[in-house]
């Protein structure tokens, strides 16, 4: 049988999503009561990171060893692959000797090579089209605070990025009106949003996406590998700051989350994590939560030889 890999949502069924999700509640339940719980003793998690991440890492890396297993984290500078070894080459090689494999990446081409390769699970950690895992965190915030999601609006406030098109494909899985509001130039993906059809809904101003909303979203207005736009970018966005004013617009039951690092002063005000209304750090510490349900979902478990 070959492996379940996880580069997008849409490699799930919505039920499938959303047994991970609650599965991740309870473990998080479970983490909080102090039981020990092993789903994955011995079994190991190669990680290989061609960007930075602080969450990312320590989400996936805590989560192995709570769950009994083990993670190697393997930077570009550390493996055959920063230095021109086919993707093809290094997924076969590696997935001979671990468990299951995270990526996080510039081309999401990369990701799809590898697990076309790998004898292994293979996670989509980030790449520059999508950001799966974070929606896991995000679905899992919103159960936990307001129940299901499904027939809410949500409003993306700010650049159509990789953050921006997995919101998308979790409007289409999760069942949720999405409307996006960007600058002229900066719209998400012209795939993703011929996927969603009426599902998502493109507008200039950033009212008129927030107006009504269950949840409002935003992300760092310059991403990884952008850093060249900064001025450009700092200009163009400067409308499309999250603050209490815009989220008073918003249902009165409004949560806002951030995939975080934010930029203070930019893409949200300076107080915006601290409003009752932010959910980021609960948000933040689901990474760890629906990570750890993916990877029981995703590997087998281990046997347990007498």
């Known amino acids: 049988m070959s492996a379940r890999h996880f580069l997008s949502l849409m490699d799930c069924t919505p039920q499938e999503l959303v047994?991970?999700?609650?599965?991740?509640?309870?473990?998080?339940?479970?983490?909080?009561?102090?039981?020990?719980?092993?789903?994955?003793?011995?079994?190991?998690?190669?990680?290989?990171?061609?960007?930075?991440?602080?969450?990312?890492?320590?989400?996936?890396e805590a989560g192995m060893i709570q769950l009994g297993g083990q993670a190697i984290f393997l930077s570009s500078r550390d493996t055959q692959l920063?230095?021109?070894?086919?993707?093809?080459?290094?997924?076969?090689?590696m997935s001979s000797m671990l468990d299951a494999v995270m990526i996080r990446t510039f081309a999401h081409n990369t990701v799809?090579?590898?697990?076309?390769h790998s004898r292994v699970p293979v996670i989509?950690?980030?790449?520059?089209?999508?950001?799966?895992?974070?929606?896991?965190?995000?679905?899992?915030?919103f159960l936990e605070h307001r129940g299901s999601i499904q027939g809410k609006t949500v409003a993306w406030i700010g650049d159509g990025n990789n953050?921006?098109?997995?919101?998308?494909?979790?409007?289409?899985?999760?069942?949720?009106?999405?409307?996006?509001?960007?600058?002229?130039?900066?719209?998400?993906?012209?795939?993703?949003?011929?996927?969603?059809?009426?599902?998502?809904?493109?507008?200039?101003?950033?009212?008129d996406a927030v107006v009504?909303?269950?949840?409002?979203?935003?992300?760092?207005?310059?991403?990884?590998?952008?850093?060249?736009e900064t001025t450009k970018r700092l200009a163009l966005f400067a409308p499309y700051q999250v603050n209490r004013a815009l989220l008073d617009l918003a249902a009165p039951d409004v949560l806002f989350m951030h995939c975080l690092p934010a930029h203070r002063g930019e893409e949200i005000s300076l107080d915006l994590l601290d409003d009752p209304r932010s959910v980021a750090w609960d948000q933040a510490e689901n990474r760890l939560h629906a990570q750890k349900a993916l990877l029981?979902?995703?590997?087998?478990?281990?046997?347990?030889?007498?």
Request: glycine share 6%; hydrophobic share 40%; net charge negative.
């Open 19 to 60: 047994s991970v999700i609650r599965r991740g509640i309870e473990l998080k339940d479970l983490r909080n009561r102090g039981v020990l719980f092993e789903s994955l003793k011995n079994r190991v998690l190669g990680m290989i990171f061609e960007k930075s991440s602080t969450r990312t890492r320590v989400s996936f």
């Open 112 to 116: 799809t090579e590898f697990a076309a």
């Open 212 to 228: 009504g909303a269950h949840l409002v979203s935003t992300d760092v207005w310059t991403s990884m590998g952008q850093e060249d």
């Open 296 to 306: 029981e979902f995703l590997v087998p478990p281990s046997y347990h030889h007498a």
């Open 124 to 141: 989509n950690g980030l790449t520059d089209d999508l950001h799966p895992c974070q929606l896991l965190a995000d679905m899992q915030t």
């Open 163 to 207: 953050m921006c098109n997995s919101y998308i494909e979790a409007a289409i899985q999760f069942d949720f009106q999405l409307r996006v509001a960007c600058p002229k130039g900066y719209e998400p993906d012209a795939r993703f949003l011929a996927q969603a059809g009426d599902r998502v809904t493109l507008v200039r101003d950033p009212r």
């Open 82 to 93: 920063g230095r021109g070894e086919p993707i093809a080459d290094s997924a076969i090689v």
